[in-house]
């Protein structure tokens, strides 16, 4: 496989499915990882972001000169026009960050993306979604993945089904993957598959 650009490796799941762990890993061994959920945080900081989203939700979302996330996300949890009213304040900038990210690492061979609604989100920006090369999904059995969210956020199974249900199946997510490391066993399990998928990876490269 002859390449000058970068391999770009799409990595997704469901929340608590193991995304996270998958990535530190992957910093461990030296590799790349640009994370949209740190992006999304630094979008947020912007003050002229702060002040759209206030502007829209009212001050009430707002903790002083900040936004305070989780009363934000609790607006746009079960509001689907309130959460396309913030995806297109939010969406546009977070291209803009993570198409610049791409760009500096133009050096690397391959780089990660470590993007939690990848699916949700892959037909909103058909250019940018359209230079990830390949799609990881980490996943992981419903059981294993409530009881990791609850002690991980330090929510009740309510809380943790709701969040849960309002993302698409993991095994939808499974169907679109090019790849899927399954997360249901212990750390060293899930290390061994990331280290034999990077392996195939780099085999393509010679
Ligand atoms: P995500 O980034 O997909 O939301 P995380 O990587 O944060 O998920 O994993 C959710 C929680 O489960 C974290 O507390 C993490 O430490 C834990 N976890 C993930 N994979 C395993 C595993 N194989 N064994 C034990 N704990 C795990």
Known sequence: ???NKPYIVGITGGIASGKSTVTKHLKGL??????FDKISKE???NRFVIREVSMTFGDYILDGDKVNRSRLAKVIFN??????KL???????????ATREIKKLHNEKIIFLDIP???????SYPKF????????????????????????DQINLDEAE???????KLQLKEKLADTIIYNNGDLENLYSQVDDQLKNLLEGFK
């Open 1 to 3: 496989m002859m390449q």
């Open 30 to 35: 030296g590799y790349e990882v640009i994370d």
């Open 43 to 45: 979008v947020l900081e």
């Open 79 to 84: 509001d689907r026009y309130a959460r396309q």
């Open 87 to 97: 995806n297109e304040i939010m969406h546009p900038r977070i291209y803009m960050k």
């Open 117 to 123: 609604l990848l699916f949700e989100s892959k037909n």
């Open 129 to 152: 979604y359209s230079q990830i090369n390949e799609i990881w999904v980490v996943s992981s059995n419903k059981n294993i993945q409530i009881s990791r969210l609850m002690l991980r």
């Open 162 to 168: 709701g969040k849960i249900d309002s993302q698409l």
